[in-house]
């Protein structure tokens, strides 16, 4: 009876190492979600107390928030996020990297609850346990195996995107008088924040893909001025909540439909799928409607 010679050392070499870099991309993406997370908390606060910010003034609304200094902190540790995770995309796959950023909403229900001086309702520790217990299944799911990229075809993905700019601009043109300018705005930014993620993720990938830059700003540059809008409009875990629930979900969902981002076989991927879905139902928990503060 033979055996199956063991692998090449090169083989085994670069086995690690591309787990290795998996490893440091989600370490990387976990920091982005934080840092993100406590901007959107001080970029509310600071939204909250301007004169009333409007799309159809674009110029006078980025003069109010470029003029005040709390905003633009929060504004560079958004920054320093968006920084945080571009170099978690480089070494990780979207759909992995969206599912630890999607934990940072626990970080964003913690924070603003001990600002307001109050505990969490029972709904919030219940998102935040399911996002934690999704972090968790995420990191079991990856023992054993390595992350496989995906670059997926130029066609889906651009779809993929109108599709997406056109209900976050139906969104704001009809959505505000159905569900609540903070809902609709909240929704919308994180609808827009998605096209950048997946943006930043095809850009990433080199050659004639950079172009998608332009969509990276375009896509952050109208979600961010869209969450601004709603800050005035409700609470922080409201509005950046919505926005951080669609802004991870989609790009989950994007990585393994349109990126070509295979799930493990066997057990390891039932873990892998259920990670997801509990880090999304921990987002949607969080992400409840509130009151402005």
Known sequence: MTSDPPPPYESRYETAQVSAATTTGLVLAFASAVLINLAYL????AAADLPVLSMRRPLQSARLLLGDRSWLLGFAMESGGFLLYVAALVLAPLSLVQSISAGGIGVLAFASARIAGRRLARRELAGVLLSV???????????????KEGKG????????????????????VAGRVRYGAAVAYGVAGGLFFSIGDIATKVATQGGVRAVFAVLLLLGYGLGTALLQIGYQAGAALTVAGLATLVTNALPIAAGTVILDEPLPTGALGV???????????????????????
């Not at 001080?42 to 606060?45: L, P």
Request: glycine residues 8%.
């Open 42 to 45: 001080r970029e509310h606060d």
């Open 133 to 147: 217990l999704g972090l968790v299944a995420l990191a079991i799911s990856l023992v054993g195996g390595n992350a």
């Open 153 to 172: 075809e130029i066609v889906p993905i651009v779809l993929w995107l109108g599709i997406t700019a056109f209900v976050a601009i139906m969104l704001v």
């Open 271 to 293: 873990v892998r799928a259920l990670a997801f879905v509990a880090v999304v139902a921990g987002a949607v928990l969080l992400a409840r409607p509130q009151a402005a503060s």
